[in-house]
């Protein structure tokens, strides 16, 4: 880090001098910890807290506790969820790198793919299909990572034009909306929508429809679909 840091003193010195804003040697040194990232096999020790399950994430808290002495239970077990995880998807975890990071090894055909922004990475199985993505913010003043992982099948309601265009809330209030099935991204299912064509019914419950019979659906053909590890074999 110290180094690093001296690279990104240097730099910030040179963007200076050319009249550029010297903030942009911190998003050269996010950059080049992403490439770290990526070359090295490193992966979060942790996972977004809002995506660890209440039941993984205040295992042993108790009503009466201290923050501290809670904060402490909370962030070992979102460490313990975590690596439970790689475990299952065939992730073999080799040590702790650091405070963030795991040194690991991925299975056969897995691959870490860098996004367009310098802090989040895509990891990718050997279908080619998104099955994680981390965050890792590298600047040395708020250094940080997490993992998200994914869910094979995803729901969501959508407008006519997926909000794909340019279209105005009134328009999109008097044309279709639609409850969607995607299979890694892939539409698989679409219900076949309701509109209110004089606004007699409100946007908010022709959503609310819409979301009743594509949960119906994939709550039928794939009940476990919230769950990370289902349905990947």
Request: with cysteine.
């Amino acid at each position: 880090m110290k180094n690093d840091m001296n690279l990104m003193y240097m730099e910030a010195l040179l963007y200076t001098i050319e009249g550029e804003s010297p903030s942009k040697a911190i998003e050269d040194q996010e950059a080049r910890e992403q490439k770290w990232a990526l070359r090295e096999m490193k992966l979060p020790i942790k996972t977004n807290e809002s995506s660890v399950p209440n039941e993984y994430r205040f295992n042993g808290v108790l009503k009466d506790m201290e923050y501290n002495e809670r904060r402490k239970i909370v962030d070992n077990n979102n460490v313990i969820y975590t690596k439970e995880q790689y475990t299952k998807m065939g992730i073999q975890v080799i040590d702790e790198y650091d405070d963030l990071f795991y040194t690991v090894r991925l299975p056969e055909g897995w691959e870490i793919k860098p996004t367009d922004h310098s802090m989040w990475n895509d990891v990718f199985d050997d279908k080619s299909r998104k099955r994680m993505n981390f965050f890792y913010k590298g600047s040395f003043y708020d250094r940080d990572a997490f993992v998200n992982f994914c869910i094979r099948y995803t729901v969501s309601v959508e407008p006519f034009d997926k909000y794909e265009s340019d279209a105005s809330y009134e328009e999109r209030s008097i044309k279709p909306w639609y409850g969607v099935v995607h299979d890694c991204g892939v539409e698989i299912f679409r219900t076949t929508g309701a509109v209110s064509h004089d606004g007699s019914i409100s946007v908010w419950d022709i959503q609310e429809s819409q979301k009743k019979l594509v949960l119906d659906f994939i709550n039928k053909n794939y009940p476990q679909w919230e769950d990370i590890n289902s349905y990947w074999d």
